[in-house]
């Protein structure tokens, strides 16, 4: 079992800069592939960035590459997403992900979903 629990959301004006953290607790936390999704009021959850296990490998959406950077500190078990040049339609409640594999790191395949964080960027 793996916990993991997001903090670093906020309200922040649009061109701003936040950075999240997840902590991850369990046994095996830090052999797991780590990502953020996030999910705006009647939209769907989707993905925004991954690192594997051993942090060599990254990944990120489209809509988020240059902008944010994923990283991963496994002496403490957190991940962190430093989020730069922020939209006011990056609105949302942002998630952290644990995956087995990197290939896990989809909506269906993730095996453990932190709470939420909540990511507000005003206009």
């Known amino acids: 079992q793996v916990q993991l629990v997001e903090s670093g959301g906020g309200l922040v004006r649009a061109g701003g800069s936040l950075r999240l953290s997840c902590a991850a607790s369990?046994?095996?936390?830090?052999?797991?592939?780590m990502g953020w999704f996030r999910q705006a009021p009647g939209k769907e959850r989707e993905f925004v960035a991954a690192?594997?296990?051993?942090?060599?490998?990254?990944y990120y959406a489209d809509s988020v590459k240059g902008r944010f950077t994923i990283s991963r500190d496994n002496a403490k078990n957190t991940v962190y997403m430093q989020m730069n040049s922020l939209k006011p339609e990056e609105t949302a409640v942002y998630y952290c992900?644990?995956?087995?594999?990197?290939?896990?790191?989809?909506?269906?395949?993730?095996?453990?979903w932190g709470q939420g964080t909540q990511v507000t960027v005003s206009s």
């Open positions: 690192i594997s296990w051993t942090g060599s490998n990254t």
């Open positions: 992900a644990a995956a087995r594999t990197m290939d896990q790191m989809t909506p269906r395949l993730v095996d453990y």
């Open positions: 369990g046994r095996t936390s830090s052999t797991y592939a």
